[in-house]
């Protein structure tokens, strides 16, 4: 499971309730995402759009790499 940082924590009802002040702090990278928490679940994340480019650019060169190791394999 991932590790999360406490400022990085919120509830459904702080987002909410707070919702300019957290999307400020996570598009300028203040903090690096917004963990949501409702009923005492881990809900959803949100990133900036530069992070989530990011992360989407890893999984393409990641399925780029299964892609070719299965060319090799044969499979």
């Known amino acids: 499971m991932a590790s999360f940082k406490q400022d990085e924590i919120y509830t459904a ?8 002040a957290v999307l400020s702090k996570v598009s ?13 679940k881990f809900e959803a994340v949100l990133l900036s759009m530069k992070e989530y480019e990011r992360l989407e650019k890893a999984v393409e060169l990641l399925n780029i790499v299964y892609a070719q190791k ?3 394999d044969g499979n």
């Open 70 to 72: 299965r060319q090799k």
């Open 28 to 40: 300028s990278e203040e903090l690096k995402k917004a963990v949501i928490v409702k009923n005492n």
């Open 13 to 20: 009802t702080e987002v909410v309730r707070n919702f300019s």
